[in-house]
């Protein structure tokens, strides 16, 4: 059954609407700085709280990355709940160095330790020197924010612990948003080009390895703690996302301290955005963008003629964290897709503005903005707005197909398809790989809906 | 390939599981790995549900996962509102894959939504009753459902919002049956404690609610602690239909709030899991006087045996006439599969890591296929469930257990009614039909075999290297890492994409699948041809 909420809303009393969240267009807080850490080399995440939420994190990373990913937990019992559960993260970041020899160790908090108030930095603090690694305290309550700030909130409090300033060094920082394991080889791919660069967070090997046939307790790849260090002393910084309403980030963070220079760009999604990371690529380092590069620049071009016809008006719903609609948003109407909603669960007050820059021609007639909202809150919006196809992650499913109309799935969590960790979405070439896959499946649903069988479209 | 369990020194496995934990942490565990002995030596006591150690990883869930994922999950008109922050909700929206088949297009069917009061900042510090009164009252507004379950999340407990209260009130209010379940993660030790704050909460709001009895056959019974994971249950529907046996519910594979409040009208409770529902078949027993038994419908034999036991119950010898030809008839089919798939997968190993009954009935399919399980054991059992019901008088309540409310249930004045005479009772158990017990895990298993309650990551590492079984059936959070080491892995918490596994069909499926997965050619490409061959061994480094 399909709960028609649309003929139930008119019963609703005034005020009462969206208080309860169903079906929610967001995930909880450590979850973001679980994924941001295992872009770390030797790492291993404890989360301070109870079990459950490790466990419950745990099994979400793994069905869309399909690698074993360990995060400890320091395993709260219902006196540590009450009492605080400093000695409990004392003993599980013991246990785990036995068990892990981490490189270093990330600690992020849960709803339940941030209830009680656990002082996670004075814990750390006073251990620290007695464990000799690198300890990273991260704050990362759900009840403020959603995954993506927990995301951007491990990358900060990575740079603050660890970051230095030494000799000056002519590399560049990438500090990276979320994106998939294939994109962040691609971007590795790219800064190579130009010049040697560190990027955070490397999990491109982490969450997408090959077979290892040998057990692996931390999985090899990931920011090595030297590169970290060094980020401090870099030419400049390119931070993709995190421009929504965050008070700061890694990279506000380095250029304040260290003063390293930062360019803040969006998510380099489609023809634009490209651009303008290979540009800032060669302003930074000074070298001349590669043939090949150029290449693959105007193979995209190419394309976007092609596939204009077939395009062109369409009618799409985007939703998903903050960063990954913004671009998406402004790479859809690069190619002449009518964005007739743009979404997100997420609510800091600044979506609205990204996403009105991010498109071209914006027209407040033809593109609802909607922050903060539920998928039910979605649907209700939708219900009028005859999208012909939707792009976001596997969620959207239910939205899709109550309106019959294709989802192309981008972002986290792809858990109803295979290979979510190797979409690729930025630069020319993950434009490429989208926009084949959004003209294809226009093209599926009219040769489905139509009465004559057309095998030549 | 697989190693012989029998060149394995048993005494060197356990060294080598223990050798890298510190004194305290080997001292706990030892007492959680078990040798099985052979039938006239006695093996040692197991220790089971106690609190992990933080830091150790474990596959365990919290108390919300097992009251409001594993026994409502699978209810279908109720409202599961998860009260608290957004994840605890969001990662319990229909992950476990139970499945559920409403009885016309426009009954309700909640389970693929996922309600939540999303609690803010401003709610941690304020408390949250306010909040979840009025997402009551827009659920009754938007839905109107018969009944609504309220969960609380860690974070809740702390703060001290009083679901009970909030409940009654907003029941009061809206007429809807309202119930509250203090299921916060951080009580008990695993998602155990859940199960039994589920199995208290649904017995007192909503078992006992309809007296009518329902349907013509004769032979009216209960299925406990099945959860229709990859419809399990609607090949048990194919098998009851078949016998003319009446499902009055099922807790709470496809089931129905109507089903639970008329439960109490049926003449036999049979019990799957009985970790997890155990607590509602000895409350019914009491209150109502409906008898139970232990019965397993994972494994063809296993069906055969536990339908044999329900005909026996029941008596009439037409009913059995009719039991044993259906038996014969599925046999036959079943059979066939398993004789080919037998010959491809005997004499290999097996282990199985997972849940707090699983790893125990998924033995019989094994078994079926001529593998030995030589390693098994649960997440989040009881000693109950590996040694059998007699050691309960034997098992002292910890911190952890006490905190978990155990009701104390009286005969219902007017509905009590033992279905069978005490003397009845007797000679069925004279002729081996035990009611009221479960004989345990470790009781089936082979000299030389192993029982480990909460395996954590490094043992099963460990295992693995050890006897590198064939297969290795866990959860996804084993999967990858299993593969990774180049063993095939099934998951039996979601049965990966597959199912069902239950009754006669789902061991085909199984004898198939597990045929695919162990002769695969696939681990055999590893190794690339380019690369000469070091001997494989796991190596583990560790800080002393
Ligand atoms: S308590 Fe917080 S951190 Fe834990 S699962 Fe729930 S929302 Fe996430
Ligand atoms: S916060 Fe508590 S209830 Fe929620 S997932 Fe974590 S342990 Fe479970």
């Given at each position: 059954m399909?709960?028609d ?17 169903i ?14 850490f ?6 291993m ?21 399909r ?32 068990q892990?020899?981490?490189?270093v ?55 603050k ?41 490397d999990?491109?090997e ?23 260090r ?19 980030t ?34 930074l380092s ?6 090949s ?16 016809k ?7 719903i ?7 609609a ?30 009105e820059?991010?498109?071209i ?20 919006i ?57 003209v ?18 | ?9 048993s005494?060197?496995?356990?060294k ?26 006695k ?33 279908r ?22 499945q ?15 309600f939540?009061?999303?609690?803010q ?91 009518t009895v ?5 032979y009216r019974?209960?299925?406990l602690?099945?959860y ?30 109507d089903?639970?409040?008329n ?22 027993k ?76 998924y ?12 390693g ?60 009221s ?18 395996i ?44 069902p ?15 695919r ?16 061959r ?11």
């Open positions: 399909i709960i909420m649309e003929s139930r809303k008119n019963n609703i009393k005034e005020g009462l609407d969206n208080i309860v969240t079906n929610a267009c967001k995930l909880c807080t450590p979850l973001g700085a679980c994924i941001a295992k872009g770390i080399q030797g790492c995440t404890i989360l301070h709280g109870s079990q459950g939420c490790a466990t419950y994190i745990r099994r979400y990373l793994i069905s869309h990355y690698e074993p990913i360990d995060i400890a937990s320091s395993s709260f019992d219902e006196n540590a709940a009450i009492f605080g559960g400093g000695a409990n993260l004392v003993k599980s970041i013991s246990n785990v160095r036995r892990y020899n981490p490189e160790l990330a600690i992020a908090t849960s709803c339940l330790s941030e209830t009680i108030g656990d002082d996670i930095e004075m814990i750390v603090k006073g251990i620290e020197s007695e464990e000799k690694i690198p300890i990273i305290p991260v704050s990362t309550a759900s009840y403020r924010g959603t995954h993506r700030e927990g995301f951007y909130a491990a990358l900060l409090a990575s740079v612990s660890l970051a230095e300033k030494k000799d000056e060094s002519s590399h560049i920082n990438i500090i990276s948003g979320m994106l998939s394991p294939e994109d962040i080889r691609y971007l590795k791919a790219i800064a190579g080009e130009f010049s040697d660069f560190v990027l955070l967070p999990y491109s982490t969450l997408d390895s090959g077979s290892w046939g040998e057990y692996e307790k931390i999985a090899e790849g990931g920011t090595a703690i030297e590169d970290i060094s980020m401090g002393s870099a030419a400049g910084t390119i931070e993709l996302g995190g421009s929504c309403g965050l008070v700061s890694a990279g506000k963070y380095l250029e304040e301290k260290f003063e390293v220079p930062l360019k803040n760009i969006s998510l380099p999604v489609g023809l634009r955005g490209s651009d303008l990371l290979i540009n800032s690529l060669s302003k000074g070298k001349e963008i590669p043939e590069i150029k290449k693959e620049r105007l193979r995209l071009l190419d394309a976007y003629a092609d596939a204009h077939y395009l062109f008006g369409v009618k799409a985007v939703y998903g964290e903050e960063d990954l913004v671009a998406l948003s402004s790479f859809l109407s690069e190619l002449g897709i009518s964005i007739v909603l743009c979404a997100s669960g997420s609510n800091t007050g600044s979506f609205k503005e990204e996403v820059k991010s498109i021609d914006f027209d407040e007639s033809v593109t609802h903005i909607a922050e903060g909202v539920d998928f039910e809150k979605i649907d209700e939708a219900a009028e707005l005859e999208a012909e196809i939707v792009i976001g992650n596997s969620k959207g499913y239910k939205l899709a197909s109550k309106f019959g109309i294709p989802l192309i799935r981008t972002g986290f969590p792809i858990h109803d398809r295979f290979g979510g960790q190797r979409i690729q979405h930025v630069g020319y070439k993950g434009a490429m790989m989208l926009l084949d896959n959004i294809n499946a226009v093209l599926e649903t009219q040769q489905k809906n139509s009465s004559v069988i057309y095998n030549y479209m | 390939m697989t190693n012989n369990k029998e060149n394995i020194n005494a060197e496995v356990k080598e599981l223990l050798k890298q934990y510190p004194p305290k942490v080997a001292r706990k565990r030892d007492k959680q790995i078990v040798l099985i002995k052979s039938k006239n030596e093996t040692e006591e197991i220790q089971a549900n106690v609190r992990t150690i933080p830091g150790i990883i474990t596959q365990r869930g919290c108390c919300y996962a097992g009251c409001k994922g594993v026994v409502l999950g699978p209810t008109d109720i409202v599961n509102l998860t009260h608290g922050p957004i994840g605890c909700g969001f990662y319990s929206w229909l992950t476990r894959r139970n559920t088949m409403p009885d016309g297009p426009d009954d309700e069917n909640y389970m693929t939504y996922c939540s009061t999303d609690m900042e401003e709610e941690i510090i304020f408390g949250g009753e306010k909040k979840l009164k009025k997402a009551i009252e827009e659920i009754h507004e938007l839905l109107n459902p018969k009944a609504i379950g309220i969960f609380s999340t860690c974070p809740v407990g702390l703060i001290g919002d009083d679901v009970h209260a909030v409940a009654r009130e907003m029941s009061e209010k809206t007429g809807i049956n309202i119930f509250g379940f203090s299921c916060e993660g951080y009580k008990g030790v695993s998602q155990s404690s859940g199960h039994h704050i589920a199995n208290n909460q649904l017995f007192k709001h909503i078992v006992g609610l309809d007296d329902k349907g013509s056959s004769k019974i209960n299925l602690g099945e229709n994971i990859g419809g399990d249950a609607f090949e048990l529907d194919r098998i009851f239909k078949a016998l003319d046996i009446d499902l009055v519910s099922t807790f709470s594979g496809n089931s129905s709030y089903q639970f409040a439960s109490h009208t049926a003449d036999l409770n049979l019990v799957m899991c009985h970790r997890s529902i155990n607590y509602l078949a000895d409350m019914m009491i209150k109502f006087g409906i008898p139970w038994f232990k019965i397993n419908f994972i494994g063809a034999e296993a069906t055969a045996k536990s339908l044999r036991k329900i005909g026996k119950y029941f008596g009439d010898a037409d009913f059995r006439k009719k039991i044993e030809d259906f038996i014969k008839k599925e046999m036959e089919e079943v059979e066939k599969v398993r004789v080919e798939m037998e010959a491809k997968c005997r004499g290999r190993l097996a282990m199985i890591f997972v849940g707090g009954s699983r790893a125990h009935h033995q019989e399919l094994f078994k079926e296929l001529g593998m030995e399980t030589v098994a054991g649960y997440e989040f059992a009881h000693r109950d469930d590996y040694e059998g019901r007699r050691v309960l008088p034997n098992i002292q309540a910890d911190a952890d257990s006490r905190n978990i409310e155990e009701l104390t249930i009286e005969k219902d004045p007017g509905r009590y009614n033992p279905r069978i005479t005490d003397e009845k009772m007797k000679m069925l158990e004279s002729e081996g039909l035990t009611f017990e479960y004989e345990g895990m470790m009781q089936e298993m082979t000299n030389g075999s192993w029982a480990i309650d909460d954590s990551q490094y043992e099963t590492e460990k295992m693995i290297e050890l006897y590198k079984p064939a297969v290795f059936c866990a959860g996804i959070k084993e999967k990858y890492i299993v593969q990774k080491m180049g063993i095939p892995m099934k998951q039996l918490h979601s049965y990966d994409y597959g199912g596994y239950a009754g006669f069909n789902g061991a085909i499926n199984f004898y198939r699948e597990i045929d997965m162990i002769n695969t050619e696939i681990w055999k490409h590893i190794e690339a041809p380019w690369k000469k070091p001997e494989l061994h796991a190596k583990y480094v560790f800080a002393s």
